[in-house]
């Protein structure tokens, strides 16, 4: 049965290799999934697969504390975020469970959960005493994360850490250049100042851009484009509007930018780019708000003392200017462990973990945006981006991502589970522009075949 206004349907799996979710047979899927063998063994183990981000990297450093209160044993499988999504999708949509927990976001949570690849939480929350539920304290976790995570009022997930997006900027780039960053800029303003400050210092680069191709890597940007010069990918017939002038707009906005981005933009996702701002050589960064503990932590960042925050710019609307991101934990529908799965949940998620955090790395290195007691309760609530990031997420809204109708959910992806591949094509298509191998017009028309594909084969398209 399909929800018609996000277009969710049941996905099987034979629907899952016509999406262009597995690898090619042959190739890189039955040495992967042979390679692993048991991956979530039973008895005192599970195994996680998890996005090589610096979050998940500094719960591997304190995994002695979970080690401690349970004695089970933790171990993590990261993966580059296009390999991750890939992989994991391909686990559990084959019941393989190589893994216990999944890093999954507000994208799949709601398919999965429709199609049984992901274990219902609110059992193992029933299970636990007044004292325990009291303490980790589930209301506390931002509605907005529980209603995305959730299917048919029931919980699949839970938020590691939440994110909007926002600009970073470099306060002494700035001074030095004499100009002055608004709190709200528009898009144009933004191509300018990166105009302008692109070579202020040797090999330093006017901005840092996701250029790598995928759903989850350029098209996270490139859709807020998209939303905010007026464009959409669909109107409420599920024709597709990719031909459109605001969408071609949006392609020429994305393009120009690029312009004064760093080199080899089109092979850079959020770590290449955290790297590059965090050395020095960019002056702005438009991307994920949870980069704000990340280029501000002085042990990991140049630039610590030198960074300014702005909100995601916009331009012929504020609808869908900013993105709407959780990634969470999971339990995979096979998990060979479940119990000891929601354990590492537990602890991964609650306000001790926040604190642990803080008091052993420090605050800036919290994960950001899911707990309202973070920003109320702790001394991560008064570091400089925070405001930015909470209201940005706050005021994010998938319901209504665009300046004209649509028949979809979503700002930086669209819940339909063709959208991986679309996504996934048209981000090719993307870089193919910045690296002056296709046209904008060229790429309009060859996107608007793939989304057209789309509507007809998931049986979208109205007439």
């Known amino acids: 049965m399909e929800d018609m206004r996000t277009g969710l349907r049941k996905i099987r799996r034979r629907d899952f290799l016509k999406l262009g979710g597995m690898v090619a047979a042959g190739s890189v899927a039955a040495p992967w999934l042979a390679g692993c063998g048991g991956g979530g063994a039973a008895g005192g183990e599970v195994t996680i697969a998890a996005v090589n981000n610096?979050?998940?990297?500094?719960?591997?450093?304190?995994?002695?504390?979970?080690?401690?209160?349970?004695?089970?044993?933790?171990?993590?499988?990261?993966?580059?975020?296009?390999d991750l999504r890939q992989r994991v999708t391909q686990d559990v949509s084959l019941n393989a469970g190589n893994f216990d927990i999944v890093m999954v976001g507000a994208y799949e949570t709601p398919i999965w959960a429709q199609s049984q690849w992901l274990e219902p939480l609110d059992q193992f929350f029933e299970q636990m005493s007044e004292k325990e539920r009291s303490a980790y304290d589930l209301d506390d976790i931002l509605q907005t994360w529980r209603t995305s995570l959730s299917y048919e009022d029931q919980l699949y997930a839970i938020p590691f850490y939440g994110e909007s997006s926002s600009l970073i900027y470099r306060t002494d780039l700035f001074e030095k250049a004499g100009i002055e960053m608004p709190e709200r800029p528009t898009w144009e303003q933004v191509t300018g100042f990166a105009e302008e400050l692109d070579g202020i210092e040797d090999g330093v680069s006017g901005?840092?851009?996701?250029?790598?191709?995928?759903?989850?890597?350029?098209?996270?940007?490139?859709?807020?484009?998209?939303?905010?010069?007026?464009?959409?990918?669909?109107?409420?017939?599920?024709?597709?509007?990719v031909t459109t002038p605001e969408f071609r707009n949006a392609i020429e906005a994305y393009a120009n930018l690029a312009e004064f981005?760093?080199?080899?933009?089109?092979?850079?996702?959020?770590?290449?780019?955290?790297?590059?701002?965090?050395?020095g050589k960019a002056a702005m960064w438009y991307d994920a708000t949870v980069a704000g503990g990340l280029v501000s932590d002085p042990k990991a960042s140049e630039v610590a003392d030198q960074v300014g925050f702005a909100y995601a710019p916009t331009a012929v609307t504020p609808n869908g200017s900013h993105w709407l991101w959780c990634w969470s934990l999971g339990i995979e529908a096979a998990s060979k462990n479940k119990e000891g799965a929601f354990e590492f949940l537990k602890w991964s998620t609650s306000k001790d973990y926040m604190n642990l955090v803080g008091k052993e790395l420090s605050?800036?290195?919290?994960?950001?945006?899911?707990?309202?007691?973070?920003?109320?309760?702790?001394?991560?609530?008064?570091?400089?981006?925070?405001?930015?990031?909470?209201?940005?997420?706050?005021?994010?809204?998938?319901?209504?991502?665009?300046?004209?109708?649509?028949?979809?959910?979503?700002?930086q992806f669209i819940t339909i589970p063709e959208w991986q591949a679309l996504g996934d094509a048209v981000g090719r298509l993307l870089a193919?522009?910045?690296?002056?191998?296709?046209?904008?017009?060229?790429?309009q028309q060859r996107a608007q075949a793939e989304a057209l594909q789309v509507a007809k084969q998931g049986k979208y398209l109205k007439n």
């Not at 080690?67 to 933790?74: E, F, G, P, Q, S």
């Not at 851009?209 to 098209?219: E, T």
């Not at 998209?226 to 509007?241: A, H, K």
């Not at 309202?372 to 570091?383: I, V």
């Open 54 to 82: 610096p979050q998940m990297e500094d719960m591997e450093g304190l995994l002695g504390d979970f080690k401690k209160k349970t004695d089970i044993t933790a171990k993590f499988q990261f993966l580059p975020e296009n």
């Open 207 to 241: 901005i840092a851009m996701r250029g790598l191709p995928g759903w989850g890597a350029n098209m996270a940007p490139f859709d807020t484009f998209v939303n905010t010069y007026g464009g959409r990918w669909y109107n409420l017939n599920w024709e597709p509007q």
């Open 261 to 279: 981005a760093q080199p080899g933009v089109t092979s850079d996702n959020f770590p290449e780019c955290l790297t590059l701002f965090s050395s």
């Open 363 to 411: 605050y800036n290195r919290v994960p950001p945006g899911t707990r309202r007691s973070t920003y109320e309760d702790t001394p991560y609530g008064e570091l400089p981006w925070t405001e930015v990031e909470l209201t940005s997420i706050e005021t994010a809204d998938p319901e209504n991502p665009t300046r004209d109708p649509v028949p979809y959910t979503g700002i």
């Open 432 to 443: 193919s522009v910045l690296t002056g191998d296709m046209t904008p017009e060229e790429m």
